[in-house]
C-alpha cells in the first residue's frame, strides 16, 4: 500500500507509551515536517475500546516495567440462533420480519399476530474468544481477564530454571504462561517472545506438562481461534505468504 493513499492512522497504547512514540515520530522521523497522513493517538484505559453488534475489544491492565501497559480480549458477542423451525410452524415469513426477530424486536403479521423473539430464538451461544498478552512479569491479576478464552497468546521468555532471571526483567517462564492457562480453564495457549537460548521443544515440554494443549508460535504461523477449538492452519514463509495473497 502506497503512503499517500493512507488518509489516518491510529495509534492505541497508554499515555507514557504514547508520549514515547510522538517524540520519535515528530522529534527523530519527521524533524518538524508535516506527517503524509492525519495521526490520531488514542489513549488506552482499561475497558471496552471498540464493540460492534457482533464483536467487542476489551483492553486490561498488565504488570510491566514503566506502566501502563495492557493486554487485549478480542470477544465475540454471544448470539441466540433463530430456530427455524418454530418461525414457520408460527407462520413467519422469510424476510425482514425474522431479521427483526433475530435483532430482538417483535413482529406483528399480516393476519394481526404479534411474534415476539423468545418464541423463535434458541438459548444464548457464547462466541469465541482470543485473549493476547504481551510482556507481564506476573499471572495473578491476569486470570479474571483472560478466564474461558478459546486461546491465550503471552510472552514465555525463560524456561523455570531462569526463574530468578524472568521475575528481574518481568517476564514469564514457560511453567508461569501454562500455570496461568490451566488456572484460567482457557482453550489453547500459544506462547511467543521465546528467548534463543532455548529451543522450542525444551519450551514445549516445561508447558505442555502441565497445560498440554500448548503451542510455540513462529513467525507467520496463522491459528483459526473458533469457540471451543483453535488450530494452527500453517506456517507461511514470506514469499509463500507473498503468493498466497496474491493468489
Known amino acids: 500500500m502506497r503512503w499517500e493513499t493512507i488518509e489516518e492512522v491510529e495509534i492505541y497504547g497508554g499515555r507514557s507509551t504514547l508520549d514515547r512514540v510522538e517524540d ?3 522529534r527523530v522521523v519527521l524533524r518538524g515536517a508535516r506527517p503524509p497522513m492525519r495521526l490520531s493517538f488514542v489513549d488506552v484505559k482499561p475497558g471496552r475500546l471498540l464493540e460492534d453488534d457482533s464483536f467487542e475489544l476489551i483492553a486490561f491492565p498488565v504488570t510491566h516495567r ?3 501497559c495492557f493486554g487485549y480480549l478480542f470477544r465475540e458477542k454471544p448470539r441466540r440462533p433463530f430456530l427455524v423451525d418454530k418461525a414457520e410452524a408460527l ?3 422469510p424476510g425482514p420480519e425474522r431479521r427483526r426477530l433475530v435483532a430482538g424486536e417483535s413482529v406483528t403479521l399480516s393476519d394481526g399476530r404479534t411474534i415476539h423473539p423468545d418464541e423463535v ?9 482470543l485473549a493476547h498478552v504481551g510482556d507481564t512479569g506476573r499471572t495473578s491479576d491476569l486470570i479474571e481477564h483472560v478466564r474461558g478464552a478459546d486461546a491465550l497468546v503471552i510472552e514465555s521468555t525463560y ?3 531462569e526463574a530468578d532471571l524472568a ?12 500455570r496461568l492457562a490451566r488456572d484460567a480453564q482457557v482453550g489453547q495457549l500459544i506462547l511467543t517472545h521465546i528467548s534463543r537460548r532455548y529451543g522450542q521443544k525444551q519450551v514445549l515440554a516445561e508447558a505442555q506438562a502441565i497445560f498440554p494443549n500448548t503451542a510455540v508460535a513462529r513467525d507467520f504461523d496463522r ?16 514469499e509463500e505468504e507473498n503468493w498466497h495473497v496474491a493468489a
Open 24 to 26: 520519535l515520530i515528530y
Open 223 to 238: 491459528f483459526r481461534v473458533l469457540k471451543d477449538k483453535s488450530t494452527l492452519l500453517e506456517n507461511l514463509t514470506v
Open 66 to 68: 514503566g506502566g501502563e
Open 159 to 161: 524456561l523455570d530454571a
Open 167 to 178: 521475575r528481574s526483567y518481568d517476564h514469564l517462564t514457560a511453567a508461569q504462561a501454562a
Open 91 to 93: 407462520g413467519v415469513p
Open 121 to 129: 430464538l434458541g438459548p444464548e451461544i457464547r462466541g469465541a474468544a
